[in-house]
């Protein structure tokens, strides 16, 4: 007994711990278990390796991807250097340059119409007739009565003579010779009024025929032929509207008009054109004629007035149009079609195409717009191409393909005027 006490006092002192009765009995005891943390460490260190596998086999498709992009197909057009017109726009109306209401200067009956309505006619032209019967009547009353007073003048002439010799041989008294003096200056008034009476009944049967004061078209008929007409009627008898030549009255902003007046003063002649409410078609071309003494203070523009020779009649009285006056023109300009011009913060830009098929993106300053083309003033050279369409897409070094407009061929980078593959453009204006 005492040994197997010993034995066992001896073995728990050298493993240092008590042992319990069941773990001295299994074999193995002594075997120490690995600690759970290491194994943690291991799953964390295989998780973070699979996510930056995945990661990467993810990215890698994307960069392939990038590098195998289509093009995008975009219209370039070229730059071009000429002559640019600088014009100013208005809303106009065709003004006849006269208008005239034809009526009759005497009463009568209106016995014949001589004109068609719509016709073309010139100063002079015989319009109507208004009976003159009457007025023939009164012209031969007027010529009885000068003949009657010319006879009396006569005689009392030959009764003053008469009593010019009696009064020298003191025969008569000189108060009847002052008296007869006085009796031949009634009778020549007398006559000199049945003169003017004549004089007014030939000018009665002037005013029955009825003419044109001015040429121009006549519009249609006011009185017809069997009406009474009178030298009060309001409405007259037919509307007579010069339309060679005729006038445009259009408006400018205030702001435009003493680049106008510069232009005027200096003598020069200012083109103007007049097109349809579409602005699609040109319907004549004259010049501008004088503007306005007042500035419209409710709308802040001018009127202005041209002529047109309307040798064609392209224009009618009242019509609309839209005109368009050339006040300058900028001598080799830089112009591109407006549709290439972009804008952003920075301000506006286009999409240049370079000899790589790829894409800058360029500053440009903008002049004058018309017509669906603006002037560069700088940023562009002539030849450049522009995209002026399918920019939607498009970024710096962007590549495209270019495919050719409507009605147009577009030219790659290195076919434009003759310069190769490679060469730079010419310095930027």
Not at 33 to 48: D, E, N, T, Y
Not at 131 to 137: A, H, Q
Not at 161 to 185: F, G, M, N, P, S
Request: proline share 5%; glycine share 10%; hydrophobic share 40%.
């Amino acid at each position: 007994m005492q040994n197997d006490n010993y034995n066992d006092d001896t073995h728990g002192e050298t493993s240092g711990t008590p042992l319990a009765a069941d773990q001295r009995s299994k074999p193995g005891h002594g075997f120490k278990r690995p600690w759970p943390g290491f194994f943690i460490v291991v799953l964390v260190a295989g998780l973070l390796a699979l996510g930056a596998y995945y990661r990467q086999s993810k990215a890698q498709p994307d960069s392939t991807a990038k590098k195998t992009a289509p093009a995008i197909s975009v219209v370039a057009l070229t730059a071009a250097r000429k002559d640019f017109n600088v014009y100013l726009t208005g809303l106009g109306s065709v003004t006849a340059l006269n208008t005239a209401t034809v009526k009759t200067r005497v009463d009568g009956q209106l016995m014949e119409v001589l004109y068609r309505e719509g016709q073309i006619v010139r100063p002079g032209d015989l319009l109507a007739r208004i009976d003159s019967r009457p007025f023939g009547v009164q012209l031969v009353q007027a010529e009885g009565q000068l003949a009657r007073d010319e006879a009396l003048l006569n005689n009392a002439r030959l009764d003053l003579e008469r009593y010019r010799v009696l009064w020298k041989q003191d025969a008569i008294q000189k108060q009847q010779l002052d008296t007869q003096e006085a009796l031949v200056l009634q009778y020549e008034g007398s006559v000199k009024a049945d003169r003017g009476q004549i004089d007014s009944a030939k000018l009665q049967l002037q005013y029955c025929r009825v003419t044109a004061p001015i040429g121009g078209r006549v519009g249609l008929r006011l009185v017809d032929t069997g009406n009474v007409v009178h030298a009060s009627d309001a409405g007259g008898l037919v509307v007579i509207t010069q339309v060679q030549p005729i006038t445009v009255v259009f408006s400018i902003p205030e702001d435009a008009l003493p680049r106008v007046l510069e232009k005027l003063s200096a003598g020069a002649q200012l083109n103007v054109e007049a097109y349809d409410r579409q602005q699609k078609e040109r319907l004549a071309t004259g010049y501008l004629l004088t503007a306005d003494n007042q500035i419209d203070p409710t709308t802040g523009t001018i009127k202005l007035k041209a002529v047109f020779s309307n040798k064609s009649y392209e224009l009618f009285p009242n019509q609309f149009v839209n005109a368009r006056l050339l006040v300058d023109v900028m001598r080799d300009a830089v112009v591109i079609p407006t549709s290439a011009i972009q804008r952003g913060p920075r301000g506006t830009f286009v999409y240049v195409v370079k000899s790589g098929n790829t894409v800058e993106v360029r500053p440009v300053g903008l002049e004058e717009a018309r017509g669906g083309e603006t002037a560069v003033s700088k940023g562009l050279s002539p030849g450049e191409l522009v995209v002026v369409e399918g920019s939607e897409r498009l970024m710096e070094g962007a590549h495209v393909e270019m495919k050719p407009a409507a009605g147009t061929n577009a030219q790659r980078p290195d076919q434009q005027h003759g310069q190769k593959a490679g060469q730079q453009p010419g310095p930027q204006k």
